[in-house]
């Protein structure tokens, strides 16, 4: 069991390198669920990939090509998408912006 972290207050928690070269930072977490914000650089990538959680993304901010199982749209501010579990998915920041990402269960890579 990780230790839960319930509340989040602006700016306290430190944003993250990710491997392809965007940032995250966890927001809360329990057990069975997490919500992470990761930002991007215009022309920043998610890479394609896949994971047994499910999750839900919202774009706090920007504008994103968004592909989940080979099908695109393009997704802005206020616009959401659930990638559900095991599907390859990416994104690709046509702006610079931020996701809002849940993921049930917790993500314990991102905790370590």
Same mark, same amino acid.
């Given at each position: 069991?990780?230790?839960?972290?319930?509340? =989040?207050? *602006?700016?306290?928690?430190?944003?993250?390198?990710?491997?392809?070269?965007? @940032? +995250? +930072?966890?927001?809360?977490?329990?057990?069975?669920?997490?919500?992470?914000?990761?930002?991007?650089?215009?022309?920043?990538?998610?890479? &394609?990939?896949?994971? *047994?959680?499910?999750?839900?993304?919202?774009?706090?901010?920007? +504008?994103?090509?968004?592909?989940?199982?080979? @099908?695109?749209?393009?997704?802005?501010?206020?616009?959401?998408?659930?990638? *559900?579990?095991?599907?390859?998915?990416?994104?690709?920041?046509?702006? =610079?912006? @931020? &996701?809002?990402?849940?993921?049930?269960?917790? @993500?314990?890579?991102? &905790?370590?």
């Amino acid at each position: 069991m990780i230790e839960a972290k319930i509340f =989040a207050q *602006p700016g306290e928690s430190a944003w993250t390198p990710t491997p392809d070269g965007n @940032r +995250r +930072r966890v927001l809360v977490s329990t057990d069975e669920l997490m919500m992470v914000e990761f930002g991007f650089d215009k022309g920043g990538v998610g890479a &394609l990939h896949s994971h *047994p959680h499910v999750q839900a993304s919202y774009v706090a901010e920007g +504008r994103f090509e968004v592909t989940i199982d080979g @099908r695109t749209a393009t997704i802005e501010t206020g616009g959401s998408f659930i990638v *559900p579990s095991n599907l390859g998915h990416g994104v690709k920041a046509l702006e =610079a912006g @931020r &996701l809002v990402d849940s993921f049930t269960p917790h @993500r314990a890579d991102f &905790l370590a």
